[in-house]
């Protein structure tokens, strides 16, 4: 049998910006099909790296987005609601 952890080892990890990308897609898609009203996107190691992005295609999909921060210096992203949300001043 094949030693698992031999191919493991050689496995690449994924880019943190790419990966924090791909769930601010994902994010801005559900808040745009009416799945979600607002995402928060937690825990992302390249959060403010990538808010730049993601302010930029969120803005073109007509979603809000914003970033806040933690004492800890961690980031949150939120994504949503939409800016033609009738709730949305509420947010």
Avoid at 1 to 8: F, H, I, N, Y
Avoid at 42 to 65: C, H, I, N, S
Wanted: glycine share 10%; proline share 5%; charged share 30%.
């Amino acid at each position: 049998m094949k030693d698992v952890r031999a191919r493991l080892r050689g496995a690449r990890q994924p880019d943190p910006l790419d990966v924090a990308l791909r769930e601010i897609d994902i994010a801005i898609d559900l808040v745009c099909s009416g799945r979600a009203r607002v995402v928060e996107l937690v825990g992302l190691p390249a959060a403010e790296r990538a808010a730049g992005f993601g302010v930029a295609k969120a803005q073109t999909a007509g979603v809000r987005f914003s970033v806040q921060r933690s004492g800890s210096g961690s980031a949150s992203l939120r994504i949503g609601p939409r800016v033609d949300d009738p709730g949305a001043a509420d947010d």
